[in-house]
């Protein structure tokens, strides 16, 4: 498989709000693992204050993501706040308004 290219992109427009209109871009964030929920241990890192957080890469996105699909492999595993972030919520929305770049 073609190893994917990360380009610079404007901002995604805020209709219609999917998951493959944004590149994951919630997947940015840095996520907090306050749960048990069986994330493999090659995706945990730790924080400044020693929390348990989601692995991201140089790219900036989270370790567990495929970077061809853009979808979580871990699905059945990730973490709760994964869990708890809503397409179409507020913070959804306001990701999706930092979004600068895709991978295609
Ligand atoms: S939940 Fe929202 S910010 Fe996250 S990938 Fe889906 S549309 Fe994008
Ligand atoms: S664990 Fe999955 S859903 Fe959560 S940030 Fe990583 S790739 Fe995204």
Do not use: H
């Given at each position: 498989?073609?190893?994917?290219?990360?380009?610079?992109?404007?901002?995604?427009?805020?209709?219609?709000?999917?998951?493959?209109?944004?590149?994951?871009?919630?997947?940015?964030?840095?996520?907090?693992?306050?749960?048990?929920?069986?994330?493999?241990?090659?995706?945990?890192?730790?924080?400044?204050?020693?929390?348990?957080?989601?692995?991201?890469?140089?790219?900036?996105?989270?370790?567990?993501?495929?970077?061809?699909?853009?979808?979580?492999?871990?699905?059945?595993?990730?973490?709760?706040?994964?869990r708890e972030f809503e397409t179409g919520s507020a913070e959804c929305l306001e990701e999706r308004k930092g979004i600068s770049s895709i991978y295609v």
């Open positions: 498989m073609p190893t994917p290219t990360l380009i610079p992109v404007t901002p995604v427009p805020e209709e219609p709000v999917s998951c493959s209109t944004c590149s994951a871009c919630c997947c940015q964030l840095e996520v907090m693992l306050i749960t048990d929920t069986g994330v493999p241990r090659r995706f945990i890192d730790t924080d400044d204050w020693g929390g348990e957080v989601m692995l991201r890469l140089d790219d900036g996105w989270c370790a567990a993501l495929d970077r061809n699909s853009m979808r979580c492999t871990i699905y059945e595993k990730r973490p709760l706040i994964c």
